[in-house]
C-alpha cells in the first residue's frame, strides 16, 4: 500500500471531466494553481455520492489512474446553470476564464453527459491543493 493510499484511506478519488484528454488537462490546471473550481450536474453528484462538504478531502488523478494531488473542498453550493457567475468561471481556471466561455465549453460537456438545460442544477464546489503526491 502506498503512503498517500494509507495516509488517505477512505478519501474520495476522482478525475476531472469525461475523457482522458480532458482529465489530464484539467488537473494540469489544478497543479499550476489555475482551477481552484469545480462542477458537476447535482444529480451526478447525488448519485455518485460526491457532494462534499468544507473540510473534506479528494484525492485527484490523471487519465492513468495515478493519484496526483489531494484537495479540500472550501466552499460548495449548489446553484443553476443560469447562475454561475464570473467569479466561479474565473476560479474554474479552464479557457479564458470568461462567463462566456466558460458557459459555452460546460454546455458541451453536459450535452455529451446526459443533457444541458440553463435551468439545470449544478454543484459547485471551490477548493485548494493540500498535497501534491509523489
Known amino acids: 500500500m502506498s503512503a498517500a493510499a494509507e ?4 478519501v474520495l478519488r476522482f478525475t476531472f ?7 489530464d488537462e484539467l488537473l494540469a490546471l489544478v497543479l499550476e494553481g489555475r482551477k481552484t473550481a469545480t462542477c458537476c450536474a447535482l444529480a451526478q453528484a447525488e448519485a455518485e455520492d460526491w457532494l462534499m462538504q468544507p473540510g473534506d478531502l479528494s ?3 490523471d487519465s492513468t489512474g495515478r493519484e496526483r494531488c489531494v484537495i479540500e473542498t472550501v466552499e460548495a453550493t449548489r446553484r ?4 454561475v457567475d464570473a467569479a ?3 476560479d ?5 476564464r470568461t462567463l462566456e466561455s466558460w458557459r459555452a465549453g460546460h454546455r458541451r460537456y453536459f450535452e455529451r453527459n446526459g443533457g444541458w438545460s440553463d435551468e439545470m442544477m449544478l454543484y459547485c464546489e471551490r477548493f ?4 501534491v503526491l509523489p
Open 7 to 10: 495516509k488517505y484511506a477512505g
Open 17 to 23: 471531466g469525461d475523457n482522458p484528454a480532458l482529465a
Open 59 to 61: 484525492i485527484a488523478r
Open 80 to 83: 443553476r446553470f443560469c447562475d
Open 88 to 90: 466561479f468561471a474565473f
Open 92 to 96: 474554474e481556471g479552464e479557457s479564458d
Open 128 to 131: 485548494r491543493v493540500v498535497e
